[in-house]
């Protein structure tokens, strides 16, 4: 299952998804759009907006840490 | 059940943490985790942490919380608390429905809305409620912070290495806040002060281009890709309409945190407890259960 993570160093969401993630032994590729500009953009197509964090699991996006909602869509 | 606990903030975890060792049958629900101190930056005043961040902190209180077998909802939000004619309540929420004999309101505060045209359209497509967050997706833009505060000084120095313009919009005569920050934020190049500023429209088309602003009633356009809010904080009271509250919406409680409805207690940021801070909030919520649990054994007895 591809998983893509987009977020930055410091948003306090961002750490807690990643730590979620990795916690669950959920391995990840994580998109830091702070200094990845092309990244950036793609996260905003991809979502149609601009918060982070943004996770993309098998082509389905959710925007911020819904945590039920990844758990659901991981089988966790 | 004994309890419910509404929101799992410090002041509703550390309630948890205490109803567990009192062993009462209770279930914690709450919309996040952590709540505000989720979304704090740097904390240097939690007794034992001479420095950690907020994320960190709310991980340890999670790992407290989990040492314990506590059920706890987290994704579940509160919609109403009823009163029954046997002095119990129900609480309903959007998954469920739960009967108590008491319920501890820890529900916190959230942000002041903006609340002008554009700003429920461009959340989070350029208005945003947390610098921290989203601060660096606007790497070389120009924005504006609309506010006078600390919290709009701390956002504007989140900022200042980040934009390439900051508008820092401000509706009184002048910025309040600590000294320190508001001296940094005076002495930056970057920084425009636009004091007895009144935001008026947020503009855009799909994502965020200005902001319109009356400056000493005189109308502008402030060309900016991002808008920071941070303009104060509202109590989450709303589900709990039936007890008192002060003029500033927070619930109000005596020193043993008890509502006027008695069965009712609150604690932490949505109460009139001075200092919102993390620990006084999780003082707050161990406090509450204390008086719960003493409150429970006296209808026990009576009963």
Redesign the interface.
């Known amino acids: 299952m591809a998983i893509k993570v987009y977020s ?9 998804l990643k ?1 979620y993630l990795s916690d669950e032994g959920v391995s990840f590729d994580n998109i830091d ?2 200094s990845d500009e092309p990244g ?1 953009r793609e996260m ?1 197509n991809v979502s149609g ?4 964090p943004v996770v993309v699991i098998d082509g389905e996006v959710i ?1 911020g840490f ?3 909602k990844i758990a659901q869509k991981l089988g966790i | 059940m004994d309890l419910v606990i509404i929101g799992a903030g410090p002041a509703g975890i550390t309630a948890a943490i205490y109803a567990a060792r009192k062993s009462l049958d209770f279930v914690l629900l709450s919309k996040d985790l952590g709540g505000q101190a989720a979304l704090s930056s740097d904390v240097e005043n939690y007794t034992g942490y001479q420095f950690i961040t907020g994320p960190d902190l709310v991980s340890k209180f999670e790992e407290h919380l989990k040492q314990f077998n506590i059920r706890f909802h987290i994704g579940e939000q509160v919609r109403g608390v009823s009163k029954k004619a046997d002095a119990s309540f129900v609480v309903d929420s959007d998954k469920g429905s739960y009967e108590s004999r008491t319920v501890l309101v820890a529900s916190g505060r959230r942000p002041r809305w903006l609340d002008i045209p554009g700003d429920r359209e461009f959340r989070n497509k350029g208005v945003s409620y947390c610098a921290t967050c989203d601060g660096p997706l606007f790497s070389g833009k120009a924005v504006a912070i609309i506010g006078g505060g600390n919290s709009a000084l701390d956002a504007c120095l989140q900022m200042m290495p980040i934009a390439q313009k900051i508008y820092l919009v401000n509706v009184n005569p002048s910025l309040d806040g600590d000294e320190v920050m508001r001296r940094k934020v005076q002495e930056s190049p970057k920084v425009e002060i636009l004091n007895n500023a009144r935001s008026r429209e947020v503009l855009g088309d799909g994502f965020v281009k200005g902001l319109k602003v009356a400056v000493n009633g005189a109308e502008r356009e402030l060309s900016v890709e991002g808008v920071f809010v941070e303009i104060g904080s509202v109590p989450n009271n709303e589900m709990a309409d039936f007890v008192g509250k002060n003029p500033y919406g927070e619930i109000v409680v005596d020193h043993l945190n008890q509502t006027n409805v008695p069965g009712v207690f609150a604690a932490g940021d949505v109460t009139n407890v001075p200092e919102k801070q993390i620990i006084v909030a999780a003082g707050e919520g161990a406090k509450a259960v204390l008086g719960i649990f003493r409150y429970l054994s006296q209808r026990g007895q009576e009963s």
């Open positions: 930055t160093p410091t948003c306090p969401y961002c750490l807690r730590k759009v702070a950036l905003v907006q601009m918060g982070v925007v819904d945590q039920a």
